[in-house]
């Protein structure tokens, strides 16, 4: 059997690559996720200013006047809030949001099923759905091209990591938007709230991302991510002995780079360098055999 002296990392990642594995794969951080949720939230807000200067277009004066009462209202709330120092205060702001989320409870006991179903995706439950929604393209992918026993065990994983980040979401949001509400108080009363509920989700997206950074540490990698570095990784054994398959690789490699732009792709210019590096050692070989 011949032994073609490869670089083995080079034959390796262009395999990957052409397999649609990640080479230089990047986790998604903390601040793509505050950056994403301050899009979706500003889009939401000007959705939500819109609609209200079109529901208040016949008088305007009134609507301001509205709002101002619910600020004062506000405001003398968090002041009736307002503990000693920033510990006690975000104390009492707990306690305030506890006995505010029972009420909600019990109001909502006597309800149709369809307004529980309301309450719940607008809370935490919005997040699960949303979380869910974005693992299921890759659930569907997997039973596809997999099967079904590598489409269950993947079902569990994007369930078990959808979980925990729900968890760190709801357990994140609600201690962050205590300290928050408490500081946003200390400051001026009458904005807590408001303050309160952006740092709760900033909060909760931050143990969100940990939460699922961890459980993903734990169940492993992706089933198709696995099977796309088997795949990988058996083109390159057979390229080390055989070759004649070095050029098939090469061509479907090229065809894709061509396709691609490398300027903002790490993987992409990752593979090219591994193209190019291939493509010297066929040259060196060939000069080789021709000075002997």
């Known amino acids: 059997m011949t032994h073609i002296n490869y670089n083995l990392t080079s034959l390796n990642n262009l395999a ?3 397999t649609g594995a990640a080479i230089n794969h990047t986790e998604v ?3 793509d996720g505050v950056a994403g949720y301050a899009v979706l939230a500003g889009g939401i807000k000007a959705y939500q200013g819109t609609k ?3 529901k208040n277009r016949k008088d305007y004066k009134g609507a301001i006047n509205t709002a101002k009462a619910n600020f004062q209202k506000n405001a003398a709330l968090e002041r009736s809030l307002k503990g000693k120092n920033i510990f006690e205060t975000t104390k009492n702001f707990a306690k305030y949001q506890s006995q505010t989320l029972e009420a909600g409870k019990a109001a909502a006991s006597g309800t149709s099923k ?14 699960f759905l949303i979380s869910m929604a974005c693992e299921t393209p890759n659930i569907y992918k997997t039973y596809k091209e997999l099967g079904a026993d590598t489409g269950h065990k993947q079902l569990l ?15 994140g949001a609600k201690a962050g938007a205590a300290i928050g509400a408490s500081i946003g108080t200390a400051i001026c009363p009458g904005i807590g709230s408001a303050v309160g509920a952006v740092v709760g989700v900033i909060a909760g997206l931050g143990c969100s991302w940990l939460a699922g950074k961890g459980m993903r540490a734990i169940v492993g990698k992706d089933e198709l991510q696995k099977a796309k570095e088997n795949q990988a990784r058996r083109i390159a054994l057979q390229i080390s002995t055989h070759p004649e398959y070095k050029e098939k690789l090469m061509a479907k490699a090229g065809e894709k780079l061509l396709r691609e732009d490398a300027q903002y792709n790490p993987d992409t210019q990752i593979a090219l360098e591994a193209f190019r590096d291939l493509y010297d050692s066929d040259n060196d070989d060939e000069n080789n055999k021709t000075n002997s």
Do not use: D, Q, R
């Open 29 to 31: 951080g903390f601040s």
């Open 16 to 18: 990957k690559y052409t």
């Open 114 to 127: 369809l307004a529980k179903a309301g309450k719940f995706v607008k809370g935490n439950g919005g997040f």
């Open 52 to 54: 209200w200067l079109w």
């Open 157 to 171: 994983k994007s369930a078990a990591i959808v979980g925990a980040e729900t968890v760190g979401y709801a357990a």
